[in-house]
């Protein structure tokens, strides 16, 4: 599918116009007899031929008498001859003279109708369709077949042509037989031909494919990391049609299949179509309006109008013009008007795809304006010279025309703007690397590395963030009266809100320690501080407060309970900090005797999902919660834990009160994006 899906109907509308073409070139033209006997190359038949209309299989005889035929020159117009009357049946006959010694001379045909018979010396050696009772068959196929050593033999040949000609093919400017339409040569020179006309021909198209397919396949990538920019799955889908009706392309450039075939060209134009008009959306982030509904609607119906009309041959000017109407609007009206539109407005996507959008505009406005000019008498041979040299170009042994090129044009502006997109990107990947290096370093700051020792406990603790910044946090101060002063959370979300967010839990934790330890009343502060600095956010967080004697008050904003030597203790409910203006926590007692244990956990631990999908749960939580803290993080890392994970485990240690123990450093990894 090229992006110039529209110019196809218009190629058409404007070999009308070269009527006047045909007109003005001709004159009566004497019978000839080709000479063969010395070819040294393929050799397009373009001479003088002569012409019957009508239906009679005598016609097909060496020995018949044609001598009262109409010569005409293939390479004027059938029109010319037949102005008024267009006969459905027509039969051309040419003399070629050859050598009777010659051996593997052939014939090759392309592109004659959808419907001939062709035969040497009355010997059938092409078929296409069916003459009577008409059955047409697609034609475009490079076809090549030896002409019997017996028919040469007599040193004598005559090529005649029984074709039918069709309402759709004398809507065209050269109807029946045309000088390239058949070959003479060498057999073996012959399949040389076929294969450099047909890469000549196609070469530009197969690159446009094949670069296509690459660059879907890296959009289906980009489309799998980043599913909210769909003008990726577009690209992917419209290079992935592509992809799928190139086989068929391929296969109908040698054999010729029946015309239902266009149908199924037309499910694939249809696709294409579609797909183009998506990407432009999806760039210039447009939704896909009614009104365009309605347009896409009318091209649907127009192109297998159009299908139909080839398919039975029941074509004509006015038919092929308004089946194009919807698909011609959007094309060269409307998508580059929007692109426009949006590129005046800034989006500098939309300039790169003002290319190949005014390209194909360019040319749907040339193919009618050579319509147009074809019609004034006079102008026609200028029409058809000027439309030859726009809309093709000979390179070499390589065909240029402006369908492929427009193509090729589309796909190198996508890829530009996946190239300009990676390069933003990458830029940004660095500015991000730098502000999660710098909250490293903040956490680094605030997290402690340090936690001093306080008399009668024996403190644990372990920290595995999952990235490089986490969204776990704790604080372990002294308080008066020789207690323990503990809190620990987990902030919501991820990656650098919810480091910073952390930054400023931590702050205001060690802020309002200073003038309270109450559990209670510091949670109460750092609701309010969190609701006044950080609209929106939300974090757990438990405060305990543990006295010499083994007292414990603690309160809760909506945290995992602690295990008390592997029993969950009860903890009431309540609002995470964040949730709520003015939140009453409260505060509950228990006591934790000598040699007692406490551990603390994030939910990374509670959370940690294996590939089954199944959760570590409260249950495993609990039967480990006595093993050592390093143990336990084993655990659940084993079990797939993905998140950050804290864990806490306070001691009542009776024997370290009378020891004065110096603090002791706790190994904490760099912090990492929470999940």
């Not at 070269?18 to 009566?28: I, M």
């Not at 986490?470 to 020789?482: C, K, N, R, T, V």
């Not at 089954?612 to 655990?635: N, Q, T, Y």
């Amino acid at each position: 599918m090229r992006f110039l899906v529209s110019s196809r109907p218009f190629c058409v509308l404007s070999e009308v116009a070269l009527l006047a073409c045909g007109a003005f070139l001709l004159a009566p033209l004497p019978a000839q007899t080709f000479d063969a006997t010395a070819l040294r190359q393929p050799t397009d038949l373009g001479m003088k031929w002569l012409v019957q209309a009508g239906d009679d299989p005598s016609y097909a005889r060496a020995d018949f008498d044609d001598s009262q035929w109409t010569p005409v020159d293939p390479s004027l117009s059938l029109k010319s001859y037949f102005p008024t009357n267009h006969p459905s049946v027509m039969w051309y006959r040419l003399h070629v003279k050859v050598a009777p010694g010659q051996t593997g001379l052939a014939l090759e045909e392309f592109n004659l109708c959808g419907a001939f018979e062709i035969y040497v010396n009355g010997e059938k050696l092409f078929e296409n369709g069916g003459v009577t009772p008409y059955r047409p068959y697609a034609f475009a196929a490079r076809i090549v077949k030896q002409i019997p050593d017996s028919a040469i033999a007599t040193g004598s040949i005559v090529i005649a042509m029984r074709m039918y000609i069709s309402g759709s093919e004398w809507v065209s400017s050269f109807p029946g037989f045309y000088p390239y339409n058949l070959v003479i040569g060498d057999e073996t020179a012959l399949g040389d031909h076929v294969w450099l006309k047909t890469i000549g021909d196609n070469l530009l198209n197969w690159f446009y494919e094949f670069a296509g397919l690459g660059l879907g396949i890296i959009a289906l990538a980009l489309f799998a990391a980043q599913r909210r920019q769909r003008e990726y799955l577009w690209i992917f889908l419209l290079f992935a049609e592509t992809a799928l009706h190139a086989p068929l392309e391929f296969y109908l450039l040698f054999h010729n299949l029946p015309a239902w075939i266009a149908y199924v060209n037309g499910v694939f134009d249809l696709a294409g179509l579609f797909f183009i008009i998506a990407i432009f959306l999806a760039f210039l982030r447009m939704p896909l309006n009614r009104w365009m509904q309605g347009l896409l609607v009318l091209a649907a119906v127009g192109i297998f109008w159009n299908a139909a009309q080839t398919a039975n041959g029941s074509g004509s000017a006015l038919g092929v013009l308004l089946s194009s109407v919807a698909q011609l609007s959007l094309i060269a009206g409307v998508i580059p008007i929007l692109v426009i539109v949006h590129w005046r407005r800034g989006n500098h996507e939309a300039g790169i795809l003002l290319v190949p959008a005014i390209v194909a505009s360019l040319a749907t406005y040339l193919e009618l304006g050579i319509f147009i000019v074809g019609t004034i008498p006079g102008l026609g041979p200028a029409a058809y010279h000027f439309q030859r040299s726009i809309f093709n170009w000979a390179v070499g042994p390589f065909t240029m025309n402006v369908g492929p090129v427009d193509g090729c044009l589309f796909a190198l502006s996508l890829a530009v703007i996946l190239v300009l997109r990676s390069a933003r990107i990458a830029q940004q990947q660095a500015q991000l690397e730098t502000e999660l290096a710098a909250a490293r370093e903040v956490q680094q700051i605030i997290l402690p590395e340090m936690i001093e020792s306080i008399p009668g406990f024996t403190i644990e603790s372990a920290y595995e963030p999952a990235q490089q910044v986490g969204g776990d946090f704790f604080q372990i101060l002294s308080a008066p009266e020789g207690s323990l002063l503990l809190v620990i959370g987990d902030v919501a979300g991820k990656g650098l809100p919810a480091a910073m967010l952390v930054s400023v839990l931590v702050g205001a934790i060690r802020g309002v320690a200073e003038y309270t330890s109450d559990p209670a009343e510091l949670l109460a502060n750092l609701n309010q501080r969190l609701i006044g600095r950080v609209s929106g956010s939300l974090s757990t967080a438990l405060v305990a407060r543990i006295f010499p004697d083994g007292t414990v008050a603690l309160a809760n904003a909506g945290h995992l309970p602690p295990y008390l030597d592997g029993r969950e203790v009860e903890v009431p409910g309540a609002l995470p900090l964040g949730a709520k203006s003015a939140v009453q926590y409260d505060t509950s007692r228990f006591q934790m005797p000598r040699g007692s244990r406490l551990t603390f956990y994030s939910d990374g631990i509670v959370e940690a999902q294996n590939a089954k999908g199944e959760l570590f749960g409260f249950e495993r939580s609990r039967e480990i919660s006595m093993e050592p803290v390093a143990a336990i993080v084993e655990a659940a890392r084993e079990f797939g834990q993905r998140d950050d994970v804290t864990v806490i485990a306070i001691t009542r240690d009776a024997a370290a009160a009378r020891e004065a123990s110096p603090a002791r450093e706790i190994g904490i990894p760099a912090p990492a994006l929470a999940n």
